[in-house]
């Protein structure tokens, strides 16, 4: 399973963009990247996933090089609501895959 | 629509005691994965069961054990509990292969006293 790395916290004002990195390096070819977000006692949401270029729906973009080592998850104008912990997930082509949880980014919203 | 359902939602335990958790996925959902998130830590992953059968393991203590039930819904048992057991228990569940979508539930807060 590849290996993610994100920092640690980040905080921004509301109305802000938010762009969260992801490095996974030795990232394999048929994997899947995922973007998940937990609030405090919940479980984690499923926000977005993309293989590689841009994928955008309605709460968020994610943005993949063509090496495919990171990826950006990217959310427009956010406001106190999206403070959480935002998470990056590699998965293995075929889903029930074991998967890890790395450390996640900690997003605080100023307002 | 459905989500997935854990019950309890909260339990109290003693050292040594037992403890069950049941997961109910989302109907036509065909894996189930269970979770352990300890206080300020990030969700560890246990195991995961896929049409029934045990798909993939994690860090599950031996004391640990799981099945998945012919009606797809999911049962974690713990058995002689420690006080390190004490954490947020979450289930997930997904749709058949090719997803990577994981649809999580509310979870259940044991407490080992």
């Known amino acids: 399973l590849a290996k993610t790395t994100q920092p640690i916290s980040m905080d921004s004002y509301e109305g802000q963009e938010v762009n969260i990195t992801c490095s996974h390096n030795?990232?394999?070819?048929?994997?899947?990247i995922t973007w998940y977000q937990q609030f405090p006692s919940q479980g984690p949401r499923f926000i977005i996933q993309?293989?590689?270029t841009k994928v955008t729906n309605e709460v968020a973009s994610l943005f993949i090089p063509a090496d495919r080592k990171s990826s950006t998850l990217s959310l427009p104008r956010v406001s106190l609501s999206d403070t959480a912990v935002y998470y990056c997930?590699?998965?293995?082509?075929?889903?029930?895959?074991?998967?890890?949880f790395g450390t996640g980014t900690k997003l605080q919203v100023i307002p | 629509a459905a989500g997935v359902i854990q019950s309890p939602r909260h339990l109290i335990k003693e050292k040594r005691e037992t403890a069950t958790l049941k997961c109910y996925p989302i109907?036509?959902?065909?894996?189930v994965y269970w979770y352990q998130q300890g206080p300020g830590q990030d969700p560890q992953f246990l195991i995961s069961?896929?049409?029934?059968?045990?798909?993939d393991k994690g860090s599950i203590p031996d004391r640990f054990s799981a099945q998945q039930f012919s009606d797809y819904h999911s049962e974690l048992n713990m058995s002689s509990l420690e006080l390190g057991d004490s954490a947020l228990y979450f289930c997930?569940?997904?749709?058949?292969?090719?997803?990577?979508?994981?649809?999580f539930g509310p979870g259940t807060r044991l407490t080992v006293t």
């Open positions: 069961f896929y049409e029934k059968m045990q798909s």
């Open positions: 997930a569940s997904s749709q058949p292969s090719g997803s990577y979508e994981q649809y």
């Open positions: 030795n990232i394999a070819t048929n994997d899947y």
């Open positions: 109907p036509r959902h065909d894996t």
């Open positions: 993309g293989y590689k």
């Open positions: 997930l590699v998965w293995v082509s075929g889903g029930y895959q074991k998967v890890t």
